[in-house]
T-cell receptor, first 112, second 114 residues
Framework: GDSVTQMEGPVTLSEEAFLTINCTYT??????LFWYVQYPGEGLQLLLK?????DKGSNKGFEATYRKETTSFHLEKGSVQVSDSAVYFC???????????FGQGTELSVKP | DAGVIQSPRHEVTEMGQEVTLRCKPI?????LFWYRQTMMRGLELLIY????????DSGMPEDRFSAKMPNASFSTLKIQPSEPRDSAVYFC????????????FGPGTRLTVL
């Protein structure tokens, strides 16, 4: 069945470091891909999305490219801030249905 | 806009008791989703509604769980009887349409069953 796998956390970085959180997926069709972020004590917020192969989603300095050949959607940011500390979820969804399938989440901790 | 509203934010109950979680979606949104988050299973969809009609309830774990959406502005998720393994954070989300639009999540209800 369809699934999403993320790199295990926690990921601990110093402020201004480069961030990569790996995400790969298994899908029978052609889903849209998403990154959501969850700050402590809050619900999930959409960070970025890509709806087809080679699309790049970007928001708040984060970006991810939909790579069909490697079935990946890695999240990157050039310079992280303390305020980026959160849990990041990769997810997929088919346009025919509303169900989001999430990865297990990766906790990011950024130290000053 | 107020966003998705969930109540209560925290619920502690004893095994065997009935638990009702409530959700008010964003006004004008036609789709509503219930998710459960646990350490063991991560985030998983329980059920979603489109125009108040349940579309996919394949994620509902067993008959102890039921969900209703009597109108466009209110939904409930009920667990009867509750068990310790139901302890989790339950999120409600809504979107304009189920198929393509962004899902907006509420703050969640943290349920603890003793």
């Amino acid at each position: 069945g369809d699934s999403v796998t993320q790199m295990e956390g926690p990921v601990t970085l110093s402020e201004e470091a480069f961030l990569t959180i790996n995400c790969t997926y298994t899908a029978t069709g052609y889903p849209s891909l998403f990154w959501y972020v969850q700050y402590p004590g809050e619900g999930l917020q959409l960070l970025l999305k890509a709806t087809k192969a080679d699309d790049k989603g970007s928001n708040k300095g984060f970006e991810a490219t939909y790579r069909k050949e490697t079935t990946s959607f890695h999240l990157e940011k050039g310079s992280v801030q303390v305020s980026d500390s959160a849990v990041y979820f990769c997810a997929l969804r088919y346009n025919q249905g509303g169900k989001l399938i999430f990865g297990q989440g990766t906790e990011l901790s950024v130290k000053p | 806009d107020a966003g998705v509203i969930q109540s209560p934010r925290h619920e502690v109950t004893e095994m065997g008791q009935e638990v009702t979680l409530r959700c008010k979606p964003i006004s004008g949104h036609n789709s509503l989703f219930w998710y459960r988050q646990t350490m063991m299973r991560g985030l998983e969809l329980l059920i979603y509604f489109n125009n108040n009609v349940p579309i996919d309830d394949s994620g509902m774990p067993e008959d102890r769980f039921s969900a209703k959406m009597p109108n466009a502005s209110f939904s409930t998720l009920k667990i009867q009887p509750s068990e310790p393994r139901d302890s989790a954070v339950y999120f409600c989300a809504s979107s304009l349409a189920s198929t393509t639009d962004t899902q907006y999540f509420g703050p969640g209800t943290r349920l603890t069953v003793l």
